[in-house]
């Protein structure tokens, strides 16, 4: 079965600066996609950015870029120039191509992001 | 304007009374799911379906039952609730399948058993 890990529960920043949260995962499919989802307190779940593990290249969306390490099964978003509406809960997810429940996301802890001006 | 809606948005009940928490999509996607958030736990599947009338477990199922009779509707039931299904509930919705079908959330029901 296929895991994902957030290791850090809560992170900090500051406005202007740049923060990367880690995710790990653990699958034995080639074959993949993983998401990073924003919470904000109004508890709306935000997609931010999805990778297609067959590509090489690293997924970005204006201030947010990820680095994918497939060997390594590591998925990491970087928030640049962090603003004080970043301020969230981020969740890494994993979704498996294959079986029946195909659009099913398995879901990491979470870290909380603060943003200080 | 495309949306998943739950009702209601906030909930306490008592233990063992019968409760129902209604989500619609306007959509038209056929997979539909249900999700859990506990702190420390991240989001889990409870059930899921990928049409009308079929319907299947997610990874915690137990204590809770679900119907697709329509294509927008699945409503989550819970028969007789009890405190450690004090959570934080998402319905979801997508067309089903491949990366770039999104999953639509709904806002998020709050619920307090006691």
């Known amino acids: 079965a296929q895991t994902v890990t957030q290791s850090q529960p809560e992170m900090s920043v500051q406005e202007a600066e740049t923060v990367t949260l880690s995710c790990t995962y653990d699958t034995s499919e080639s074959d993949y996609y993983l998401f990073w989802y924003k919470q904000p307190p109004s508890r709306q779940m935000i997609l931010v950015i999805r990778q297609e593990a067959y590509k090489q290249q690293n997924a970005t969306e204006n201030r947010f870029s990820v680095n994918f390490q497939k060997a390594a099964k590591s998925f990491s978003l970087k928030i640049s120039d962090s603003q004080l509406g970043d301020a969230a809960m981020y969740f890494c997810?994993?979704?498996?191509?294959?079986?029946?429940?195909?659009?099913?996301?398995?879901f990491g802890t979470g870290t909380r992001l603060q943003v200080f001006p | 304007e495309a949306q998943v809606t739950q009702n209601p948005r906030y909930l306490i009940t008592v233990t063992g009374k019968k409760l129902t928490v209604t989500c619609s999509q306007n959509?038209?996607?056929?997979?539909m799911s249900w999700y859990r958030q506990d702190p420390g736990l991240g989001l889990r599947q409870i059930y899921y379906s990928m049409n009308v009338e079929v319907t299947d477990k997610g990874d915690v199922p137990e204590g809770y039952k679900v119907s697709r009779k329509e294509k927008r509707n699945f409503p989550l039931i819970l028969e007789s609730p009890s405190p450690n299904q004090t959570s934080l509930y998402f319905c979801a919705s997508s067309l089903g399948g491949g990366a770039h079908n999104e999953q639509f959330f709904g806002p998020g029901t709050r619920l307090t058993v006691l």
């Open positions: 997810a994993y979704r498996s191509p294959r079986g029946y429940n195909t659009d099913k996301l398995i």
């Open positions: 959509m038209n996607h056929e997979y």
